[in-house]
């Protein structure tokens, strides 16, 4: 089946800074879903981007299709934006299944 | 009100026990899925459905059974819980008839089998 493989695996951020969050995969995709899984556990939908780029506020997503990856940016990070980011696709093969990366954990401290 | 809802939301039980965790929808979507998430990892999906008739098993079946009872409501059973069974379970829908199969997922039901 298709990998999925985030980095960094852990991120440690000063409140204000920058990050870029990375997803590789292993085969063309027909969805790519970007999450974050806050504190208690409940995951947000924060992009659907198979393909091109996105912004939400400070948040933004370039998926490179071609290449099978994909990017999140943040800006400014709040300490609100602490938790695990996931990346999922869903393969170009119509199983309309998604596969989840193991997540990279960021931690914004104030 | 949440558009996908999930009930118990914690529930300890037994070695041994039966157990229902029930996922609930409002948003039309035909497609449900059932997944499992274990500490520092990401979901695996155990079971999924894309209408009332319809069921599949996904990588991680064995041990569950699920139910779909009406469009907008998907069981999933544990007919013996064991103590690896221990995870935070979640329900997602997606949209059938669009070209998006954007997913959209429950609050989560923390489960701790003793």
């Known amino acids: 089946g298709i990998q999925v493989e985030q980095s960094p695996p852990d991120l440690i951020l000063q409140e204000g800074a920058n990050s870029t969050l990375r997803c590789n995969f292993s085969?063309?995709?027909?969805?790519l879903q970007w999450f974050h899984q806050n504190p208690w556990g409940q995951l947000i939908n924060l992009f659907y981007i198979p393909s091109g780029t996105k912004q939400n506020g400070r948040l933004s997503a370039t998926t490179v299709a071609t290449e099978r990856y994909s990017l999140l940016y943040i800006s400014s990070s709040q300490t609100t934006d602490s938790g695990v980011y996931f990346c999922?696709?869903?393969?170009?093969?119509?199983?309309?299944?998604?596969?989840f990366g193991t997540g990279t954990r960021l931690t914004i401290i104030p | 009100d949440a558009d996908v809802t999930q009930t118990p939301r914690n529930r300890i039980t037994k070695t041994g026990k039966r157990i229902m965790l029930e996922c609930s929808q409002t948003?039309?979507?035909?497609?449900m899925y059932w997944y499992r998430q274990d500490p520092g990892l990401g979901l695996r999906l155990i079971y999924y459905s894309f209408d009332v008739k319809d069921i599949n098993k996904g990588e991680i079946s064995d041990g569950y059974s699920v139910s779909r009872q009406a469009q907008a409501k998907f069981s999933l059973s544990l007919e013996s819980a064991i103590p690896n069974q221990t995870a935070l379970y979640f329900c997602?829908?997606?949209?059938?008839?669009?070209?998006?199969?954007?997913?959209?997922f429950g609050p989560g039901t923390r489960l701790t089998v003793l």
């Open positions: 948003k039309g979507h035909d497609r």
């Open positions: 085969d063309s995709v027909n969805n």
């Open positions: 999922a696709v869903e393969a170009d093969f119509g199983n309309e299944k998604l596969t």
């Open positions: 997602a829908t997606s949209d059938l008839g669009g070209f998006y199969n954007e997913q959209f």
